[in-house]
């Protein structure tokens, strides 16, 4: 199994307030990636890296923000939650794609629900 | 704008027969193809994956078929399990654009049930 760690695994916050869930990876992969999961949405990607300090936008960003300071953390806030924003979260890494030995594939963590009142 | 559609929310199938998952995607500049696997309170598990050049990829009892004209994969999963149980998820990238990271567009996903 890929080593990656996500915390907190539960979270119930009231809306309004911070949260920050955190994904911590000890397979020194370049690629990061944050995915929500939603009924009848399958996963969404919210935000990416590309490497320390290196982060782009994906398709459902709004109301997240990201940050990247080390190769194996990846830190996805949300500066004042929503109860649109309650879903489970998936943090995922990858290395680069070579099209040869390695598949491209992204390794996901087990997720992190989050619960806003 | 759902680029990748898994248009069956479930699917159920007896043990030991053939399951066959289907999915559509509209975006033609896609070159590259994946099916995960779910299990409830756990992430998405690889499975497997075709590249665009390809129109079939086996691994033991998964196939994955690409059809480019019709825009249209599917996984066939011969013999059916009670274990393949799960949410299957097509997904969709243009891996090549993203200089080797791999930003995935997901289908909305598949209950597989296998009963015995």
């Known amino acids: 199994d890929a080593g990656i760690t996500q915390s907190p695994r539960h979270k119930v916050t009231e809306t309004g307030t911070p949260v920050t869930l955190r994904c911590h990876q000890t397979?020194?992969?370049?690629?990061m990636y944050w995915y929500r999961q939603d009924p009848g949405h399958g996963l969404r990607l919210i935000h990416y890296?590309?490497?320390?300090?290196?982060?782009d936008k994906g398709e459902v960003s709004d109301g997240y923000s990201v940050s990247r300071s080390k190769t194996e953390d990846f830190l996805l806030t949300l500066e004042s939650a929503t109860s649109s924003q309650t879903s489970v979260y998936f943090c995922?890494?990858?290395?680069?794609?070579?099209?040869?030995?390695?598949?491209?594939?992204?390794?996901f963590g087990e997720g992190s629900r989050l619960t806003v009142l | 704008d759902q680029q990748v559609k898994q248009n069956s929310p479930s699917l159920s199938v007896q043990e030991g027969r053939i399951s066959i998952l289907n999915c559509d995607y509209t975006?033609?500049?896609?070159?590259?193809f994946l099916w995960y696997k779910k299990y409830p309170a756990e992430g998405p598990t690889f499975l497997i994956s075709?590249?665009?050049?390809?129109d079939k990829n086996e691994d033991g009892r998964f196939t994955v078929f690409l059809n480019k004209s019709a825009k249209h994969l599917s996984l066939h999963i011969v013999p059916s399990q009670p274990g393949d149980s799960a949410v299957y998820f097509c997904?969709?990238?243009?891996?090549?654009?993203?200089?080797?990271?791999?930003?995935?567009?997901f289908g909305t996903g598949t209950q597989l049930k296998v009963e015995l």
């Open positions: 995922a890494i990858s290395e680069s794609y070579s099209g040869g030995r390695n598949t491209g594939e992204l390794f």
């Open positions: 397979e020194n992969h370049r690629y």
């Open positions: 890296s590309y490497g320390v300090k290196d982060t």
């Open positions: 975006n033609s500049m896609f070159d590259y």
């Open positions: 075709i590249s665009s050049i390809k």
């Open positions: 997904a969709a990238s243009r891996v090549w654009l993203t200089g080797g990271g791999n930003k995935l567009t």
